[in-house]
């Protein structure tokens, strides 16, 4: 059963609907759990967070004030949860200092015949023979994961993990769209290497 | 060869793939992209990997955990008073 726009879901949910919140209860917890885990490090600390986040939301639902959608409220308590209890000093990188997100090697250099381009094509990948992912290219995935600044994992999560509009990650983690996209950008090129560093050495028959 | 070089495609694709180009970036994107087999792999490895993103397990809260909520709703609507 899908969620109810907030317009429905608000009314219900003040009005003590057990079957609403049971609702969001099992739509939400999955998103909120992977997104807590950008700030804390087990999943036991991630669930505690999760609960905490719910405890919070059920005893502030009558000062809701309604500024957000209800979902991004949440996720913004379950993001202050989290970081208060993660107390990880969160390593932010100035989005102005960062370099080129693909090796400057893979590009011919300045003087060369076709600077600026390709020195050999990105060498090809598997194609995958069923939909589902093998274990070990997932374990790679979680490894780049786990890997990238807070942020970034935090804008990746919410756009590729869980398929949120760029409007709605930028809602929730209070980005402007520009910023959003920059780590977006940065966090997808990080994973991609780390596939195609993959599947060079899978495609080699070593591992690496 | 097209104006943008590889190194500045591989940089716009992220906005290229919110539709956030403007219309004279975007169509130097694409013809890039039409003259390109680096790029073209390059682009659809990136695609691939946002597709494999959206297929990781799902993490489910723990049934104690659920309940525990569930009776805190009753309890805070009065309810299970």
Redesign the interface.
Same mark, same amino acid.
């Given at each position: 059963m899908s969620v109810p726009p907030d317009e429905t879901l608000l009314p219900r949910l003040r009005a003590g609907d057990d079957d609403a919140f049971a609702l969001v209860l099992d739509a939400w917890s999955a998103g909120m759990l992977r997104l807590a885990r950008v700030y804390v490090s087990t999943p036991e600390s991630a669930a505690e967070v999760v609960q905490e986040t719910w405890l919070a939301v059920i005893a502030g639902l009558d000062g809701f004030a309604g500024r957000s959608s209800l979902r991004t409220w949440v996720y913004r308590i379950l993001i202050n949860t989290a970081k208060r209890r993660g107390g990880r000093e969160s390593r932010t990188v100035p989005l102005s200092s960062l370099g080129p997100t693909v090796d400057p090697a893979a590009f011919a250099g300045p003087g060369e015949p076709f600077s600026g381009h390709w020195r050999e094509l990105p060498a090809p990948w598997p194609t995958p023979e069923q939909h589902t992912l093998s274990a070990e290219v997932r374990d790679r995935i979680a490894t780049a994961l786990a890997g990238l600044p807070e942020r970034q994992r935090a804008v990746l999560v919410l756009r590729d993990v869980q398929g949120h509009t760029s409007a709605e990650v930028c809602a929730i983690l209070e980005l402007s769209a520009a910023n959003q996209r920059v780590l977006l950008h940065r966090a997808r090129a990080a994973v991609r290497a780390e596939l195609a560093t993959y599947f060079a050495a899978a495609g080699e028959g070593r591992p690496r | 060869?097209s104006e943008l =070089? #590889? !190194?500045?495609f591989? !940089?716009l @694709?992220? !906005?290229f793939l919110?539709g956030?180009l403007d219309p004279r970036a975007e169509r130097e994107f694409v013809d890039h992209l039409a003259e390109? &087999?680096? #790029?073209g792999?390059?682009l659809d490895? @990136?695609r +691939? +990997?946002?597709s494999? /993103? *959206? !297929?990781?397990?799902? &993490?489910? /809260?723990?049934e104690p955990? =659920?309940a525990? /909520? /569930?009776s805190?709703? =009753?309890k805070?609507? *009065? =309810?299970d008073a």
């Open positions: - | 060869m =070089r #590889c !190194e500045q591989v !940089e @694709v992220t !906005e919110d956030a390109c &087999d680096g #790029c792999r390059y490895q @990136v +691939t +990997t946002v494999a /993103l *959206g !297929e990781l397990p799902e &993490d489910h /809260l723990p955990a =659920r525990t /909520l /569930l805190a709703f =009753r805070k609507s *009065g =309810r």
